[in-house]
């Protein structure tokens, strides 16, 4: 699946409005470089938002070593596919108030082209943009609904970044947040203003997300549920109860919350570990009841001569429980130098089920701003991610079964490592193009194939 084209909208409106961000000094932001990083102005004051953006990633890979593949493989022939997605933002305010403000959010989206190899064969695959279906087209459609109510404590108000998601320029400082209809968890969960944006920021599905976290949504990325925030100074508390998918990253969601559903609870602390920087920490936990299948099951059943081939949708039952938990931080080290690390960890015994296959990972990587050859805004950045499957899961590969990602038939194991580098160039207003470079070694966890190399051209336009 492919998860929502997360786009760090906050950056951009605090680069609009003048205020410090992370990386570029006051007078830097005053430029007419740093000031301008949309086609066209956003009012801070009206009831409206109004914005959109496009991103266009193209990336080939050449031919790597394969003795086998399957279905579910990464091609080792070379190969190249270009991705393209479309986003219109609109928002409304009914009333100000900043202490009980309420948005309306309503988002349409376009998604077309396609991924390497149909978006299989990688546990942590190359293009976040890419919808795992293809088949679905690049018709329009709704991907968020969502009503925004702020529950304000305090008449202590600070400054908030006015975007897409949130139109208010100033909010509580204790306060609840609350939100129902159609969203994408990453817009609210495991955020990291290093590596979260496929747009501008890293392109791999593991490095922009915790990639153990099986989170609730669809093929394209979005669910339906609800969402409850508890604000403060420097902590946040949030909780989410969302829909689950019917099958295994599909299109159709099961609206039966009783039987299927995701639930996710976040920890945030804005502390630093460095006196007069800025950073934040935050932890993750999950637990997703669906109509699974059970790994082990399917081994069973395939080697004792009940299925012929190894099949986990044969062994799915309702009541099914996957859980997990994850560790995101981000850290300022200089005025324009910041890290980031994640740690993400699953039971594994049951079947991946929204996200992608994977039940370990461990990540760490950094950017640096381009103040230094006087371009304020391009960013250069460099992750390392290591993906991991349970015992289970891997005979199961190595049986000859197939996920929804990943199958190359049979499996001699080893940890899917990713390296992964961009440097995103600001040539004018909301234009940006960026490089980036992929590293793969065990493909698909397969030590007998790769390592790949894949390359990327991006071009992003907000507007």
Do not use: C
Not at 12 to 26: C, E, K, M, T
């Amino acid at each position: 699946m492919a998860p929502e084209p997360r786009q760090t909208m906050a950056f951009l409106a605090s680069q609009n409005r003048g205020s410090s961000v992370s990386g570029i000094s006051p007078e830097e932001q005053q430029t007419s470089e740093a000031a301008n990083v949309t086609m066209f102005p956003h009012t801070l004051t009206g009831p409206y938002w109004i914005s959109g953006q496009a991103n266009i990633i193209f990336q080939a890979h050449p031919g790597f070593h394969s003795p086998y593949e399957s279905v579910n493989s990464l091609r080792n022939g070379g190969e190249y596919k270009t991705s393209m997605i479309g986003t219109l933002f609109l928002g409304y305010q009914p009333h100000r108030n900043a202490r009980f403000n309420t948005d309306f959010i309503v988002d349409f989206e376009s998604a077309g082209g396609r991924g390497l190899s149909q978006a299989l064969g990688l546990a942590g695959f190359t293009n976040l943009d890419v919808v795992r279906n293809p088949n679905l087209g690049s018709k329009p459609y709704l991907a968020r609904g969502v009503i925004h109510q702020t529950f304000g404590l305090t008449h202590e108000m600070t400054e908030v970044d006015r975007g897409p998601f949130s139109l208010a320029t100033q909010a509580p400082v204790r306060r609840f947040e609350f939100r129902i209809g159609k969203m994408s968890l990453p817009d609210i969960f495991d955020l990291n203003s290093i590596g979260s944006d496929s747009h501008l920021q890293f392109t791999n599905w593991t490095v922009d997300n915790n990639g153990a976290w099986d989170y609730a949504a669809d093929t394209r990325g979005y669910t339906v549920g609800s969402t409850l925030e508890y604000d403060d100074r420097n902590w946040s508390l949030r909780y989410g109860l969302f829909a689950m998918p019917v099958v295994a990253n599909g299109i159709d969601l099961d609206w039966a919350l009783s039987r299927a559903r995701g639930q996710n609870v976040e920890f945030e602390l804005r502390h630093s570990f460095i006196a007069g920087r800025k950073g934040t920490t935050r932890i993750l936990s999950f637990v997703n009841n669906a109509h699974m299948g059970s790994y082990r099951e399917a081994n069973n059943a395939y080697l004792n001569g009940t299925d012929a081939t190894p099949d986990i949708t044969k062994h799915a039952h309702f009541g099914a429980v996957k859980y997990g938990f994850g560790w995101n931080n981000e850290q300022e080290i200089t005025e324009n130098f910041r890290v980031f690390s994640r740690f993400g960890w699953n039971e594994g015994q049951h079947e991946s089920y929204a996200y992608t296959e994977v039940d370990q990972t461990v990540e760490l990587g950094s950017d640096y701003a381009g103040v230094r050859w006087h371009r304020p805004v391009d960013r250069i950045g460099l992750a390392f991610v290591s993906n991991a499957i349970k015992k289970d899961h891997q005979n199961y590969l190595a049986l000859g079964g197939h996920g929804f990602i990943l199958g190359d038939g049979r499996l001699h194991y080893g940890r899917e490592t990713i390296e992964e580098a961009y440097y995103t160039y600001h040539a004018w207003r909301g234009l940006f193009f960026s490089l980036d470079l992929q590293h793969v070694n065990n493909p698909g966890y397969n030590s007998d194939r790769g390592p790949v190399w894949v390359a990327g051209v991006r071009t992003h336009v907000d507007f």
